[in-house]
């Protein structure tokens, strides 16, 4: 990413997505960057597209600041169980900490 410093021409629009598609230089699928407020808008297709997701943009709610999830409990839990999956492995407080000390 350093290298491909121009991010002036991404997409806005897209947030995320549009700086995504300028770095890979084409459009990624959506199922990239699933928006989770889909589950909530079009529930039919949220469970189309579960299979397939990739990335899981959580616009609405945030898991990490364990908040209420209402109608959004299947997506946190998915999220807080990888959460510890890779801490399992990477041990993330301690990495936390090592980035804090680096800045």
């Not at 410093?5 to 997409?11: D, K, L, V």
């Not at 990739?54 to 959460?83: M, Q």
Request: charged share 25%; with cysteine; net charge neutral.
């Amino acid at each position: 990413m350093r290298t491909r410093n121009n991010t002036s021409a991404y997409e806005k629009g897209y947030a995320e997505q549009g700086l995504l598609n300028e770095f890979y230089r084409y459009r990624l699928p959506e199922t990239y960057d699933i928006n989770i407020s889909l589950m909530k808008t079009t529930p039919h297709l949220w469970k189309v597209l579960l299979p397939d997701m990739n990335v899981v943009h959580y616009t609405c709610r945030k898991p990490f600041l364990r908040s209420d999830p209402g109608i959004y409990a299947e997506p946190y839990k998915l999220w807080i169980s990888l959460y510890n999956e890779m801490d399992k492995i990477f041990n993330l407080e301690k990495l936390a900490s090592e980035c804090e000390n680096r800045f």
